[in-house]
């Protein structure tokens, strides 16, 4: 069965350090999603992709967040300089949804990377 | 902000016992989904029901929605110990961002 794939799984840093996350979704799978997830709630949207355009943004801290999915396919989510409230869950899902138009399908989620800023 | 909210936050019960699940939502929605999240773990979705839908079935999940009080529940029947996670509800609208509660966490005592 395909999975998301994400690397690495466990990431400890000390603030002001730069750090990169690397999300590879399933086959096919035109639209990718970063999610961060704090400890006792639900996930929150970062970054939206469709193909290699982001098309949502919006929660995502551009001061010191950067994605990018140059060939759309896998995707790269990096902090520069990582601070103390970073520290979370950060979650890659696909889904074969195309953005704004047609069905809606199910989003598929990676294990996630625990990232621990110091 | 999250648009949808999960009550109760934490629901303990018994092997066989049923689980039930609710969800409010604030603006309008197409679709909203559950998903199941084990400890420290990527969620995985149980089931999806769009907004013209009342009700699903998926195994030992039934879903309802009902769009004029903007509200869902996930009912897990002769639930097991295995079913020990958290339930997440997530809604969507046009362009498909998703948005999730808070979640629900279930414990399901052997």
């Known amino acids: 069965e395909a999975e998301v794939a994400q690397s690495p799984r466990y990431k400890i840093t000390e603030k002001s350090q730069a750090v990169a996350f690397w999300c590879d979704p399933i086959?096919?799978?035109?639209?990718l999603y970063w999610y961060r997830q704090i400890l006792g709630q639900g996930p929150e949207l970062l970054v939206q992709?469709?193909?290699?355009?982001?098309v949502d943004d919006s929660q995502l801290p551009k001061d010191r967040f950067s994605a990018e999915r140059l060939k759309g396919v896998d995707s790269t989510l990096k902090i520069q300089p990582a601070e103390l409230g970073d520290s979370a869950m950060y979650l890659c899902?696909?889904?074969?949804?195309?953005w704004g138009t047609g069905p809606f399908y199910e989003q598929y989620f990676g294990p996630g990377t625990r990232l621990t800023v110091t | 902000s999250q648009q949808g909210e999960e009550d109760p936050q934490a629901l303990s019960i018994q092997e066989g016992e049923n689980a039930t699940m609710n969800c409010s939502y604030k603006?309008?929605?197409?679709?909203l989904q559950w998903y199941r999240q084990n400890s420290g773990r990527g969620l995985v979705h149980l089931i999806l029901?769009?907004?013209?839908?009342r009700e699903k079935h998926s195994g030992r999940l039934r879903v309802t929605l009902d769009t004029s009080k903007k509200s869902s529940s996930l009912l897990i029947t002769a639930s097991r110990a295995a079913d020990t996670a958290s339930y997440f509800c997530?809604?969507?609208?046009?362009?498909?961002?998703?948005?999730f509660g808070a979640g629900t966490r279930l414990f399901v005592k052997a």
């Open positions: 997530a809604t969507s609208r046009g362009g498909f961002k998703t948005i």
């Open positions: 029901i769009r907004s013209n839908e």
């Open positions: 899902a696909s889904s074969s949804s195309t």
């Open positions: 992709f469709q193909d290699e355009s982001v």
């Open positions: 086959s096919g799978h035109a639209t």
């Open positions: 603006t309008s929605i197409n679709n």
